[in-house]
């Protein structure tokens, strides 16, 4: 006998009930972004690899260890599952060149893949919404992103989500801080770890973003790299605070946060919970104004951020917030062959008013179609029998209310006389 086939581990199935609550989630969003002006984009889950090996740095854990990348068997191409969602909009940015004419407010939504251990809220297929915005240089387009941030926490109903941020100035700053951390570090590397040794001399920023316990006060005491910030770098991050002081926005100045990618510069943020877990990051970003030129289009500034869509819908369900199924309005029931007839035109004809229609298929008697009608969680239950075919009417009865009688109607009047008592119940509560 066959082993029954599963999926691949870290990569899940949404089953119906939590696949309707993630569509909720996704309108929401959607909403959100509309009302600062972001327009959809949508790129391939599948991109080439040297695009992420250019723009996240080749000696990222990203592209060391977690890509999932393989050899084009026709062509020989060398292919890699989005491991994140810049580097393609990015490359969609360059090659349609979408910013030659004004700035581009930019989102999508969709599966990423990184080949890594699954945990609560962190998954080798997840799923993220990616926001980007080019051709916007000043520190306004950062702080409007993490101000969008904390108004979508209030449409979840989430709390308890806290915004650290920091500067990673500019490359040439970064430069003479990466000389002094390894400096610092080559001074007590018989404390380091395998990992912090391995990124010693070629990501040693990536060293300060260590989850080891034992490197914690080692990290706290290197180098910081706001003190080598030139006045520029500064005004920058000032003009960030500025703005979130003024909107009553709290925050916290982390100096050890670095972000895990390479094309960052100037102002990096993160919100962060402690409800998760371990891994308590459910929004990231910052500036990326070298990457367009990078990857080889014009210099253009860019700014932009991720959230974990799994993560979100964790705190949104640890919160109490997830919503019950929608039920629809209506469950058609019927028996014989006049009245199946019939009953797939009144479905119809309901549909066309807006209605939500549970048609019932798969025969059964009148009590067995009716015990159905009322699991489905349907307001109303129309009944149609040969008899009721016969005349061109239908039973409408209500499966929410008590004390309200089933009546026979018209099916040319069942719409009006469904939505006009909705409209009542809704006008009552």
């Not at 941030?149 to 989500?161: F, T, V």
Request: charged letters at 25%.
């Amino acid at each position: 006998m066959s082993q029954t086939l599963q999926s691949v581990r870290g990569m899940n199935d949404i089953l119906p009930d939590e696949a309707e609550f993630w569509e909720i989630f996704e309108e929401t969003v959607r909403s959100w972004l509309k009302c600062y002006g972001y327009r959809p984009i949508r790129m391939p889950i599948v991109e080439p690899t040297p695009l992420f090996k250019r723009a996240i740095g080749e000696v990222t854990d990203i592209v060391e260890k977690e890509m999932y990348s393989f050899e084009d068997s026709l062509n020989g191409e060398h292919l890699t599952l989005r491991p994140e969602g810049t580097a393609g909009c990015v490359r969609a940015l360059i090659q349609h060149n979408l910013a030659a004419q004004h700035p581009r407010r930019l989102y999508y939504m969709g599966q990423m893949f990184r080949h890594e251990r699954p945990q609560k809220g962190r998954y080798r297929q997840f799923h993220q919404v990616g926001v980007e915005a080019f051709g916007f240089a000043g520190p306004d387009i950062d702080a409007e992103m993490i101000l969008m941030g904390a108004r979508l926490w209030g449409d979840l109903g989430l709390d308890g989500i806290e915004l650290q941020i920091n500067s990673l100035g500019q490359p040439e700053e970064r430069a003479q801080h990466r000389a002094a951390l390894i400096a610092y570090f080559e001074q007590h590397v018989d404390m380091l770890d395998d990992d912090a040794r391995r990124r010693l001399h070629t990501n040693p920023l990536r060293i300060l973003d260590t989850k080891n316990p034992a490197l914690q006060d080692l990290c706290a005491n290197a180098p910081k790299l706001i003190d080598y910030l030139g006045p520029e770098s500064l005004a920058h991050f000032e003009g960030v605070q500025r703005v979130l002081r003024d909107a009553g926005q709290a925050f916290t100045v982390n100096p050890r946060l670095v972000r895990g990618l390479d094309y960052y510069n100037l102002t990096v943020f993160e919100w962060v919970t402690d409800r998760l877990g371990a891994q308590g990051t459910v929004c990231a970003g910052g500036r990326y104004d070298g990457l367009v030129n990078q990857l080889g289009g014009k210099p253009t500034p860019a700014c932009g951020f991720a959230m974990g869509v799994e993560r979100l819908i964790a705190l949104i369900q640890e919160a109490g917030g997830a919503p019950a199924s929608p039920a629809p309005d209506v469950y058609l029931v019927h028996q014989g062959e006049n009245a199946s007839r019939l009953a797939f035109r009144v479905a119809e004809g309901l549909r066309d008013q807006g209605l939500n229609v549970l048609l019932h298929c798969g025969g059964g008697s009148f009590k067995s179609q009716m015990k159905k009608a009322d699991a489905s969680g349907a307001t109303f239950a129309v009944v149609i029998g040969d008899d009721e075919a016969a005349t061109g009417e239908a039973q409408l009865k209500a499966l929410r209310e008590e004390g309200v009688a089933q009546r026979k109607l018209k099916v040319d009047d069942l719409a009006e006389a469904i939505i006009g008592q909705l409209i009542d119940s809704d006008e009552e509560e």
